[in-house]
C-alpha cells in the first residue's frame, strides 16, 4: 500500500524529496499542491520525472472521493475511499455562517451504542491524522474552497468513530489543521464529540488543545444509559459531568450534552428533569436530537410534539437547550447514520 504524503511537515518532505534527487524547495511546491487537495499527478509545477518517482510509493492525499450524493436541503455526503481499500463517510452541511464538514476518525467503531449505525462493523482500524486531514481538504476543494479563501469553515468530529479512541492522531490532526501554512483553521470553529471516554478529556486539557467539546450524553441516570451505551459501565454520567466541570474550568468554554430522544426509552419529562438537575451550575448547553432511523437497530426517534415539550421543560429549568435541524437524513448523512460502506 501507498503512503500518503498528507500531514507530513514540509521537513519530513524535504528529506522524501531530496532522496529522490530533486532540490529542498520541491518540497514547499509539494506541500502547497497537497494543501489544495491536488493528487500528485494534477502538480503540473512539478518535473514528470520527479512525480512518476514519488508515485511509485506515494500519493497526495489520503482518500479519494467515490460517491457523492446530495440531499433535498443540500447536504453533501462524501463515501471516501481509504489507500487501503476501506471507505469511510464525511458530511458537508451548510449553515448561514458557512459550511461545516463532519468528519470520521475510525473505520467503524467500537462504542456500539444501541441507536447508532456506526458501530455496526465494529471498529477496523483508527484513522491517521493525514486521512482525517485530508477529509476535509478534499471536501474543501469539490466545494470551490483553497487555503487561503476556505469553503469549509467549521469541522465537527462526530463522524464514524470515537475520537478518544483515536486520541494521539486527532490530537495531531487538530495541530495540522490549525496550522497558518496548512487550513489555519481555529481550534474554536472545532467540535469534537465523545461518548465519554473522560480520558481523553484530561488529555485535551494537558494539551491545550481547546476545541468546543460535545458529550454525546443520551440519558439523564445510569441505569437508561447503560441500556443504550455500553460505555456507561466504565464511563458513567457522574464522570462524565465531573470531567465537563474540569474542561470548563481549565479552557472557560462552554461544553455541550448531545441529547438523542428514543421513543419510550429516555424522552418522558421526568427525563428532563433529571437531565436539568445534571447540567445546571455551569456553563453548558443541550442539543436535543430526535433520534434518526437506523433500520438495524430499530430504535425509533420522538415524536417533535413531545421534543418540543422536552426542550421547553429544560428551559423553563433554566437550562440551555435547543432542537438540532435534522440534515442530511434522506442520504444517511444525519446524526448517527454513518457506517462503513463498502464497493461493491
Not at 467503531?109 to 482525517?132: H, K, P, Q
Not at 430526535?290 to 429549568?317: H, I, W
Request: aromatic residues 6%.
Amino acid at each position: 500500500m501507498k503512503t500518503c504524503l498528507i500531514g507530513l511537515k514540509i521537513e519530513k518532505l524535504a528529506e522524501i524529496v531530496t532522496s529522490l534527487g530533486e532540490k529542498p524547495f520541491r518540497a514547499k511546491q509539494l506541500y502547497e499542491g497537497i494543501m489544495l487537495g491536488k493528487e500528485l499527478e494534477e502538480m503540473t509545477n512539478l518535473p514528470k520525472s520527479f512525480i512518476s518517482a514519488l508515485s511509485e510509493n506515494y500519493t497526495a492525499q489520503g482518500v479519494k472521493i467515490v460517491k457523492k450524493l446530495t440531499s433535498k436541503d443540500g447536504t453533501q455526503k462524501y463515501l471516501f475511499a481509504l489507500n487501503d481499500g476501506n471507505v469511510i463517510e464525511s458530511v458537508v452541511m451548510e449553515y448561514k455562517y458557512g459550511k461545516t464538514i463532519c468528519v470520521s476518525t475510525q473505520v467503524g467503531c467500537r462504542m456500539n451504542c444501541a441507536f447508532c449505525a456506526s458501530g455496526l462493523d465494529g471498529l477496523v482500524r483508527n484513522l491517521t491524522a493525514g486521512e482525517i486531514l485530508s477529509e476535509v481538504i478534499v471536501a474543501n476543494r469539490d466545494n470551490g474552497g483553497n487555503k487561503d479563501k476556505r469553503a469549509i469553515t467549521n469541522i465537527v468530529l462526530m463522524g464514524s468513530g470515537e475520537p478518544f479512541d483515536n486520541y494521539d492522531n486527532v490530537a495531531e490532526f487538530l495541530r495540522l489543521v490549525n496550522l497558518k501554512d496548512s487550513l489555519n483553521v481555529s481550534l474554536r470553529n472545532v467540535s469534537l464529540s465523545t461518548c465519554g471516554l473522560t480520558e481523553g478529556v484530561d488529555k485535551l486539557i494537558e494539551d491545550g488543545l481547546f476545541v468546543t467539546l460535545t458529550f454525546s450524553l443520551h440519558a439523564a441516570d445510569d441505569e437508561t444509559r447503560n441500556k443504550i451505551m455500553p460505555v456507561n459501565k466504565s464511563h458513567d454520567i457522574a464522570d462524565i459531568i465531573a470531567a465537563a466541570k474540569r474542561y470548563f474550568n481549565a479552557s472557560g468554554r462552554r461544553v455541550i450534552f448531545e441529547y438523542s430522544m428514543i421513543a419510550g426509552v429516555n424522552d418522558d419529562l421526568k427525563a428532563a428533569d433529571k437531565l436539568a438537575e445534571l447540567v445546571r451550575g455551569f456553563p453548558s448547553h443541550v442539543n436535543l436530537i430526535a433520534l434518526n432511523y437506523v433500520k438495524e437497530r430499530g430504535l425509533k426517534g420522538t415524536d417533535r410534539s413531545k421534543v418540543k415539550a422536552f426542550c421547553d421543560r429544560l428551559t423553563e429549568k433554566g437550562v440551555s437547550a435547543t432542537i438540532r435541524r435534522t440534515m442530511g437524513e434522506d442520504v444517511d448523512g444525519a446524526c448517527g447514520q454513518l457506517r462503513r460502506k463498502y464497493l461493491g
